[in-house]
């Protein structure tokens, strides 16, 4: 009988040595400034968390009760297709966001997204990702006074 203890063990190593690199990029900025915590605060205290997570998550897979593999453990061609769709996608965001904008880029990153994944109605999908886009886009930029590429469309 197959058990998750290597799948485990492997997954909880990725996440140490990237935990390593987000601790060791977020102490080149500032820890802390005047005001208070600095840029470098926050993700150094999430690489901290994750650098805990996974070693809690190595020696549980090491020495706990190992958990049999299920006989569907890996994916098919479609699932590996949706796998490397939302791999694009992310890379399209990357991109094209300061060309095109953030509303723009999210709104093409959306409906794929959501064409891609999803069932639903291209009504619905389009709702969705306009809201995701045009909306978070507004609250970032009027709400919380963080300015976000504008691009194309210029607000």
């Known amino acids: 009988m197959k058990t998750m203890k290597v799948p ?10 990237v935990s390593g690199f987000v601790g060791f990029e977020s102490w080149k900025m500032k820890i802390y400034t ?3 915590p ?14 805990i997570l996974s070693i809690a998550m190595f020696v549980q897979a090491t020495y706990g009760k190992p958990m049999p593999q299920s006989d569907d453990f890996v994916a098919d061609v479609k699932a590996y297709r949706k796998m490397g769709a939302v ?28 064409s891609i994944l999803d069932r639903q109605g291209w ?8 809201i995701g886009s045009f ?12 300015p976000l590429p504008a691009g194309l469309l210029g607000i």
Do not use: D, R
């Open 8 to 17: 485990y063990q492997a997954t909880s190593l990725v996440l140490l040595f």
């Open 34 to 36: 005047p005001l208070g």
């Open 38 to 51: 600095g840029p470098g605060f926050f993700p150094l205290c999430l690489a901290v968390l994750l650098a």
């Open 87 to 114: 791999a694009v996608a992310v890379i399209f965001v990357v991109l094209f966001l300061e060309p095109l904008g953030f509303c723009l880029s999210m709104l093409v990153f959306y409906l794929f997204l959501l």
């Open 123 to 130: 009504l619905l999908k389009t709702a969705i990702a306009s």
């Open 135 to 146: 909306g978070t886009y507004y609250i970032f930029t009027h709400w919380l006074s963080s």
